[in-house]
């Protein structure tokens, strides 16, 4: 006899379960998402996906044992190969005995409990994670040095690994002098140029933007502006304007999916690219607008290192976890109970610095981006549907893609201090007005 329970992808379901319900769950998964087995062989179920990060099959008859990447763990080490959520019916019941969820999170399951047919009850706990150092691994052709390609964050005293990043990423982690953080020299604090983009749609507002610049920071600011898909005539007048240089953001480089700019991969490809040229900028959307003349404060806290080379400006005014897609913590894991108390910023409006702390967030950034499933995962769209008005602890069915991900690799990689990688600490400089437009032409330059 097999003893089999079924196990669900969080995922994949728009539901979700209390841990204190009693009924029997849940409506059927979508298409083409099988659900995974828990079985009493030694052999995964033929009806899990390998494309899903999944439990693998257990022997849920005394005495219990894990067979997982060809290593056995006994009971006291039983452990989910999980990053992501699994969730089952909170009580399955079969010849074999009844199979209970003591406590699940978005993160993984926590412990199972097994009541066998004769009564007797065992409780199962993930208590001791898997090594994943060398799973993680990266090389480049012709080189035994090893390049880690999974995020990973201290939880409760414990490790949590993400899911690997494709090693085929690494010429391109490579090409944009990103694939070695620590390798880079911290160079001195310069004054920042400004760089922003736009394609048509949002040209009229890109437009404001330069405005606001010239009128709080004075016309000798350098601005480049990336024509992500502008008219023959807006080309033009950016072309025209005082100094703004215009670029042209190639997108042939990179996959299909970077063309898409709802899912703003092509932000994090760009502001990559800016680094390797200038160790200190502004990237700014095109829906800000600056109301202060003077940085200097701010400039020289980054300079002395009060404050991190990666800040984030504009306050969301909700939590990472509300406006995130769960999926996304396969790849980019976090601590739920912190993300919910934690603050979302924008990832519009950024101050870089060049150091290695910088890069190493732009790593992870680019790595996310490549992937479809950690930036923009099933079920991902912007439009959140926050109940009762509860912007923290409650997941609002929404998500921020290149945002949500900065937000997860910045509050982990600086231990969810805020004051450290954003400008909360400092006098406001600048708004969000996502519908100031303007309709008048940029100064051209007077050629002499």
């Keep these: ?5 079924t196990l669900y992808d969080v995922f994949t379901s728009q ?4 841990p204190s319900s009693t009924e029997t769950p849940m409506e059927p998964d979508p298409p083409n998402t099988p659900p995974v087995t828990l079985s009493s062989n030694n052999q995964r179920s033929a009806s899990s996906s390998s494309s899903l990060n999944t439990l693998s099959s257990i022997n849920l008859t005394s005495p219990l044992n894990l067979q997982t990447q060809g290593q056995e763990k006994s009971r006291s080490q039983w452990y989910a190969e999980t990053i992501g959520a699994l969730r089952l019916p909170l009580e399955q019941q079969n010849e074999c005995g ?3 969820v003591i406590h699940n999170t978005h993160e993984q399951i926590i412990k199972v409990k097994r009541i066998s047919a004769s009564g007797e009850e065992e409780v199962y706990s993930n208590i ?6 060398d799973e993680c691994v990266c090389q480049r052709e012709n ?5 880690n390609f999974c995020f990973s964050v201290k939880v409760n005293g414990s490790i949590r690994f993400g899911q690997k990043f494709d090693c085929k990423w690494l010429p391109l982690l490579d090409e944009l002098k990103i694939l070695e953080p620590n390798a880079v020299k911290k160079v001195k604090f310069e004054s920042p140029v400004f760089a922003t983009g736009s394609s048509s749609n949002h040209f009229l507002e890109a437009r404001a933007l330069i405005v606001s610049i010239r009128t709080q920071l004075g016309n000798t600011s350098r601005i480049l502006f990336h024509d992500l898909g502008l008219d023959d005539d807006e080309a033009a007048e950016i072309k025209a304007a005082c100094n703004v240089e215009y670029r042209k953001f190639s997108f042939d480089p990179y996959p299909p999916s970077v063309r898409d700019l709802t899912t703003f991969r092509w932000k994090t490809l760009l502001i990559s690219q800016l680094q390797r040229e200038f160790s200190t900028f502004w990237w700014v959307d095109s829906s800000i607008r600056w109301s202060r003349s003077s940085l ?5 806290a980054v300079s002395d290192g009060r404050v991190g080379s ?3 400006v504009d306050k969301a005014y909700h939590s990472v976890f509300a406006a995130t897609n769960p999926a996304m913590y396969k790849y980019l894991p976090i601590d739920i109970d912190k993300a919910k108390a934690t603050m979302m910023y924008g990832g519009g409006f950024i101050l870089f610095h060049r150091t290695p702390a910088s890069v190493e967030v732009l790593k992870w950034l680019v790595l996310c981006a490549m992937e479809d499933n950690c930036i923009n995962p099933p079920y991902s769209n912007l439009h959140c549907q926050f109940i009762d008005g509860e912007h923290w602890k409650l997941y609002a069915y929404c998500h921020r893609y290149d945002q949500s991900a900065v937000n997860i690799i910045l509050a982990n990689l600086n231990d969810y201090n805020e004051t450290f990688y954003t400008t ?3 006098q406001d400089f600048a708004t969000v007005k996502r519908t100031d437009r303007s309709s008048v032409k940029l100064a051209e330059c007077v050629k002499e």
Aim: hydrophobic fraction near 30%.
């Design 128 to 133: 001791a994670p898997f090594d994943h150092t």
């Design 424 to 426: 909360k600490s400092f």
């Design 98 to 100: 009844t199979v209970t």
């Design 310 to 312: 990666y800040l984030g």
């Design 1 to 5: 006899m097999i003893c089999q329970w």
């Design 296 to 300: 200097n404060d701010l400039y020289e």
């Design 15 to 18: 539901q979700q379960l209390s």
């Design 143 to 147: 080189s035994d040095v090893d390049y």
